[in-house]
Each structure stands twice: as C-alpha cells, then as structure tokens.
C-alpha cells in the first residue's frame, strides 16, 4: 500500500492541517458553540485518517503509531475519570461536580467567554482525545489486521 | 416543514436500496445517503450539534465500511422462501406494527415538546438555570457535560471497551504465542 496519485497527496498536504485545526477548534470551543469533544475528536480523527488514505498505511502509523494510540486513548480515558472523582474529592461532596465553576468561576462576569464553564472544556478536551484516538485505533486495526494468511501458508 | 417530509421520503428510498440492491458498494453508498439526509434533518429541526457528529461520523463509517468491503465477494443466498418461516415473520411483523400504532397515538403531537405539557420535566431546568449553574453558553454541553455526565462516562466506557475487543479480536498473533517465538 504506497498511497493514492500525485494529485492526492498534494491536496492532502494542504489539507490536512486545515482538518486538524478545525478539530482542535470543535473541541476548544464546545461549551460555547455547537460540537464538542466528540464531533471534535472524530474530526481529528478523520484528519489521520486521510493521511492513512493518501500515503499510505506506513505513513500514517509513523505520525502516530499504535502505541502513542492506545496510549492517548487510556489517557483520554483516565482525564475524564479523574476530573469526575475530583468533583467528588475536592469538596463537592459528589461525583462529577463542577468544582471550577463553582469555586472560581461564579458569576455573571465569565459567561459566553473562553474559559468558563468549569470543567466542562476539561471534559471537552479529554474526550475529543478519547475519541480520536480510539477511532484512529480502529481504522488501523481494521486495514493493517487483514485475514490471516500465514496460518493457511502454515497448514 | 414540507423540507423534512421530503428529506424522510429520501432516507426511506435510500434504505429499501440499500436492502435490495446486490452489489455490496452500491449498498454502502446508499447507507451513506441515508446517513447524510438524517443529518439535514437534524439541521432542519435546528440541532447542530447532533448534525456536526451526525454527519463526521457518517463520513467516518463510509470510508471504514468502504474499505472494509471493497474486497470482499458477496454470497447471495438463492432458492425458495420456507412457508412456515414466511407466516411467522408476518404474525410478528403484525404484532409489533399494532403496538407500534397503540404507542404511536399516545404521543403528544409533532413539534410539541414534553416540557410545553409538563412544568415540573427536568430540561425545564436545564434551560432555565443551565447558563447560570454551569456557566456554558451551549446548552447541549452543559447537559451532557455537568447534568448527565454519568451518561457520557457511560458512553466513553463502551467505546473503549469495544476498541478493546476490535483490537484483541482482530491482531495476527496472540501475545502467548509471540512470547513463545522469543
């Protein structure tokens, strides 16, 4: 597998890092405008994803291979989990309080701007992570862990 | 609403294509299609953000499913229909289309929501004191974020479990024996 034509991968070059802001930008912004950490994650996803598309399968796990994968899907995992049991240890008393918005960000002054909300752009972040790299995850592991042929050739 | 009537019109073609055709792309494209007119929809009925997962989503399954099928041969099934398995499907069919209609006219009417009908329902609240409690402008997040959190960590706990499976299920070599070829 060497990747598609010479026009694709031009095209692609350019676009992949538009894909990826935009996801990064879904995530960032998802307690204030439509999207969020799951939309935002798949669109990361998807910006691996082309380039597994266009150059090839080598290509794409070079950027970000299967351990780095696995690795920021546990991560993304772990955040949210963690940021769940803060609410509960850090005085709210139970699970996934929103201990920064009430503790530090009370009040009108903070709405409609970048970091209010809390927890919820952590959550956001965390997903969006979750997201792309589980989903990254599965489309490698569904073209790279073809049938197996060795073990007929064994046979 | 005539714009939603044609697009579930759409949507239905596409799926009774995708059922009947025999080549396995032409029935994927189709599942795309039915996917992509759910999403306008979605848009139409003014939900954003399930449009945008809507519709990166079904991006997402198409390029998955289409590599997944590209090279794989169809088997199609040929010969008569059982008489007796034929009579049961249809009671069956029958049964569920029956308490699908009783279910159907109990429902309040299209486009009155449960809180028009209900004070006291819970996303009274939410959008009431949603802004206010949780500081989110986007009232979609700050409910599934801070109000149903538990469904989200839910819904984060099934897709790992499942990128577990598919990657257990689907490598070439067990770990046992990659220790034993060392």
């Keep these: ?155 | 609403m005539a714009e939603i009537y044609i697009l579930l019109l759409f949507v239905i073609i596409a799926a009774i294509i995708a059922v009947e055709t025999r080549k396995l792309l032409s029935a994927v494209i189709c599942i795309g299609a039915v996917g992509f007119g759910g999403s306008l929809i979605f848009l139409f009925l003014r939900a954003p953000d399930i449009a945008i997962t809507q519709i990166v989503v079904e991006v997402l399954g198409l390029i998955i499913l289409i590599r997944a099928t590209i090279s794989r041969d169809v088997t199609l099934i040929s010969g008569d229909r059982e008489f007796f398995g034929m009579v049961v499907s249809i009671v069956i069919l029958l049964v569920i289309a029956t308490a699908g209609v009783r279910v159907l006219e109990t429902l309040p009417a299209f486009g009155t929501p449960i809180i028009a009908r209900l004070p006291d329902a819970a996303s009274n609240t939410y959008i009431k004191e949603g802004l206010a409690r949780t500081g989110a402008a986007n009232i979609v997040s700050s409910v599934i974020l801070d109000f149903r959190a538990y469904d989200t960590l839910g819904e984060t706990t099934v897709l790992f479990t499942s990128i577990i499976g598919a990657t257990v299920i689907l490598r070439k070599k067990s770990r046992k024996l990659l220790e034993e070829l060392e």
């Excluded at chain 1, 031009?10 to 879904?26: A, D, N």
């Excluded at chain 1, 049991?85 to 409609?112: D, K, S, T, V």
């Excluded at chain 1, 997903?127 to 007929?152: E, N, Q």
């Design chain 1, 1 to 155: 597998m060497h990747g598609m034509t010479v026009i694709v991968k031009t095209i692609s070059s350019w676009v992949k890092l538009l894909i990826f802001l935009f996801g990064i930008y879904i995530v960032i912004f998802g307690h204030l405008t439509p999207g969020g950490g799951f939309a935002g994650g798949v669109i990361l996803a998807a910006s691996y994803i082309l380039l597994m598309l266009a150059f090839g399968r080598e290509f794409a796990e070079e950027n970000l291979s299967l351990g780095w994968a696995s690795k920021l899907d546990c991560a993304g995992a772990l955040l949210f989990a963690a940021i769940a049991l803060c609410g509960l240890f850090y005085g709210g008393g139970y699970f996934f309080w929103n201990f920064i918005q009430h503790r530090y960000l009370a009040g009108p002054g903070h709405a409609l701007k970048l970091v209010s909300a809390g927890t919820i752009p952590l959550a956001n972040i965390a997903i969006g992570l979750k997201v792309m790299a589980s989903l990254f995850l599965v489309t490698l592991v569904l073209s790279t862990f073809r049938p197996d042929r060795s073990a007929k050739e064994k046979e």
